[in-house]
């Protein structure tokens, strides 16, 4: 069968094809007549975007359908506050069974070169031999480096692709590598480029490995990629006995930290230099690619602004902007 891009849809199309479901909220009828009853508020999504659909009599029992959910539908598309699919048929799809280019976006970078970038730091940037032996004992895991390499950074928000979580790695690194730069007598360069790399290794964690929407693990949702990272330093730092104890505790609050507030998921917020640099190094990288994501994602033709962005909390102005547009890019 024929696979309908999300980004190709219109007002009028027939929908027959397949998605992934991003989201999904039962809502309750507010007339008397069906009181009791519910239907679906979706995000529907593909490698191409996602579209907002409802559907008004949905499957039940063992075919109810789950976020996650890979899925055909059938339906139409009209216009309520965007685009929206009417969906009249509903049915899950085995994952095992359905070209995952479709849905899994993966980073424009190339991934043997972000590999080589990561190794290069590691082997030539980082003079401190403690350090060194410390990402040596990570990234020189080839089952930890290939599963790093493929990760998302995150679900929805930034770098939620395949190899995401290496792209904004890189990123947090080249910004606290300029950051080091301005102020050479403060941050100590080579325990901040650490923490960079290190910074998100509980993401291994946190998102299901298996799932086409890169939905979160059961520990990912009780426990949060900052403890679940934390855990994962202390086990390697527990077989390098001779690693300095104030390196250690440096490393461990820049982990602990890097989201930078209490109400952002962190435990505590940053107290040293190289910590308050990491963070604003990490927030920069997620920010841009939100907002630079948004601006690929408008349409030719659709005005000099973006529609509303509920995480960034605004529309982006892209008048006279003459960037080119991706085809396909990540949801």
Known sequence: MRK???????????????AVVLELNRAAFSTPQRAGDFFLRLTLGDV?????AVMWEPPVGDEA????????????VNEYHGLQVVVSDLRRLDPGKVNRAFFQPVS???????????????EEEIKNTSLRALLQAFFGDEDFLRKFSLAPAARTIHHNCVGGLL?????????????????????NRD?????????????????RQDSLSFEFSDRGKLVGHISIGKEMLDRKLAGLPDFPADLKLELEHILLTHHGQRDWG????????????????????????????????????????????????????VGGAKEEREDYPCI
């Not at 191409?48 to 907002?52: A, I, N, Q, Y």
């Not at 359908?65 to 139409?76: H, I, K, N």
């Not at 990490?282 to 962005?309: C, Y």
Request: with cysteine.
């Open 4 to 18: 309908q891009m999300i980004n190709s849809l219109k007002v009028g199309d027939e929908v027959e094809t397949q």
């Open 48 to 52: 191409s975007g996602r579209v907002k």
């Open 65 to 76: 359908v789950a976020a996650g959910d890979v899925v055909f539908l059938r339906g139409t």
């Open 108 to 122: 424009e970078r190339k991934e043997d070169e972000m590999v080589a970038e990561l190794k290069g730091i590691c």
């Open 167 to 187: 792209e904004h790695t890189l990123e947090v690194a080249a910004l606290c590598r300029n950051l080091a730069e301005l102020y050479p007598e403060k941050i």
């Open 191 to 207: 325990l901040l480029l650490a923490g960079a790399l290190l910074h998100d290794i509980g993401k291994l964690e946190e998102y």
């Open 266 to 317: 962190s435990p505590e917020v940053p107290k040293t230099v190289n910590a308050f640099a990491l963070f604003h190094a990490d927030l920069v990288s997620a920010r841009m690619n939100q907002f630079t994501g948004i601006m690929k994602n408008h349409p030719e033709g659709g005005g000099d602004w973006t529609e509303w962005d509920r995480f960034l909390e605004r529309s982006i102005y």
